[in-house]
């Protein structure tokens, strides 16, 4: 029995070469689900995400990728402990930020911002 859709929203990312972005988001800890050869469904962590073989347009040359996406979840640092080598640096690392978001910027496919957060005041607090 298929599983029952959640209300909800996610994004659907151009990816210059969708063959080479699936290990991407395999791993940051999704799974693919469903799709075809050009529309691939992707699930991880509470989210989902699809990604689709890009037409023309201005994020065919990766540094002028316009799209981002953030995946909300508690598990900031399990996901950042999958792909430290792709961390932006120094700007993304892992931290508290003004904002009030405890996040980590990663560099995806085609120059693709990925960040990961989850509210500061919600993070688990180490045991004193």
């Known amino acids: 029995m298929p599983e029952t ?3 909800g929203a996610f994004a ?15 791993r940051l800890g999704f799974a693919r689900t469903g799709g075809d050869e050009g529309y691939v469904i992707m699930r991880g962590w509470g989210c989902e995400v699809h990604l689709t073989q890009a037409g023309d ?5 990766p540094e002028h990728n316009p799209f981002g996406i ?3 979840t508690p598990e900031v640092e399990a996901i950042a402990a999958r ?3 792709l961390i932006i640096r120094p700007g993304g690392v892992l931290r508290h930020r003004e ?4 996040e ?6 085609d120059g693709l911002l990925v960040r990961v957060g989850w509210p500061s005041e919600l993070m688990r607090q180490p045991a004193s």
């Open 57 to 61: 347009g201005p994020w065919r040359v």
């Open 99 to 102: 904002w009030g978001m405890y």
């Open 83 to 85: 792909v430290d080598d």
């Open 12 to 26: 659907i990312v151009p990816c210059n070469d969708l063959s080479a972005a699936i290990p991407f988001w395999a």
């Open 70 to 72: 953030f995946i909300r």
């Open 5 to 7: 859709p959640r209300v």
């Open 104 to 109: 980590v910027g990663i560099n995806g496919p």
